[in-house]
């Protein structure tokens, strides 16, 4: 079946760090001049959605708002659904603004009924000592991800999966994960525009997020090695994509679309 709907992840797929991927831009207007629908999604929930869009357009990539998803909005759409009324302690300021923007009331006391944790690249001890009284105090505990890391121009960086780590770690506690590779952001886009799961192909550039995540929801799946895994890695972890190429600059050159 041909493929309609490209989901692309966007940390190591179309930028690294703040350097767009040689041909993003133009893989995706050749998308849309096919008539394809083109999505966003990452894990990284340290901005809201739109500034997510603007850091896009601001390497030429065309992407509109209702496009972009995040982390940071599932985990707000996550608790507003499963939680509703209760306060919520979040470490980045963009989830902080994506739970107040559903009409969540933040607490970032130690008293907090729900802990949202993910990257947060202001980080300080104060911080992780509220989220930790708060969940040893029975709050419910949610990670945006559990990646650990994530890539920038000169290598990688410790992604939200060393905060969350070490969250479990002292509280004994296992985090509810609303990021890939689980599949509620996934469902999320394919519900809201109505899409085919057979004509949807998802990008990535790391195999235990989004390969595991396309090949749980039955959606084609792509990596790119332009991020964090490497063809050697799939062999050897048994995650086999449907596609592996360089970058997304070869998907016109494909002829899968």
């Known amino acids: 079946m041909a493929i309609k709907n490209v989901i692309f ?4 797929v179309m930028y690294v760090g703040r350097t ?19 999505f966003f999604l990452t894990n990284n929930a340290e901005k809201m959605r739109e500034e997510f869009t603007q850091k896009l357009n601001s390497f030429g990539i065309e992407a509109k708002d209702g496009e972009v998803y995040s982390s940071g909005y599932g985990a707000a759409r996550y ?14 300021n963009g989830t902080k603004a994506e739970m107040q923007r559903q ?41 945006t991800n559990e990646d650990m890391a994530f890539p920038v121009e000169d290598g990688l960086k410790p992604g939200a999966g060393l905060i969350v780590a070490g969250l479990a ?19 999320i886009i394919l519900k809201e525009h109505g899409l085919s799961k057979e004509e949807t192909l998802m990008v990535g550039d790391r195999l235990e997020t989004d390969i595991l995540m396309a090949k ?25 994509p449907d596609y592996i190429v360089e970058s997304v600059a070869e998907i016109p050159k494909m002829g899968i679309i």
Do not use: H, W
């Not at 992840?9 to 190591?12: A, E, R, V």
């Not at 607490?107 to 001890?125: E, F, H, R, T, W």
């Not at 770690?169 to 609303?178: E, F, L, W």
């Open 103 to 143: 009409g969540i009331e933040l607490d970032l006391s130690g008293k907090a009924q729900v802990v949202v944790a993910g990257l947060d690249l202001q980080i300080n001890y104060e911080k992780l000592v509220a989220a930790f009284r708060a969940i040893m105090g029975g709050a419910e505990f949610i990670a």
């Open 79 to 92: 608790v507003k659904e499963t939680y509703p009324g209760k306060t919520v302690f979040a470490f980045s």
């Open 9 to 12: 992840d966007m940390d190591g």
């Open 20 to 38: 767009a991927v040689p041909g993003a831009a133009e893989t995706v207007a050749y998308l849309r001049g096919k008539g394809v629908n083109v």
């Open 216 to 240: 749980r929801e039955g959606v084609k799946s792509m990596l790119v090695l332009s991020g964090v895994s490497c063809e050697k890695d799939a062999k050897e972890k048994g995650l086999i």
């Open 169 to 187: 770690a002292s509280t004994g506690r296992k985090p509810v994960n609303v990021g890939k590779p689980e599949p509620y952001l996934l469902d």
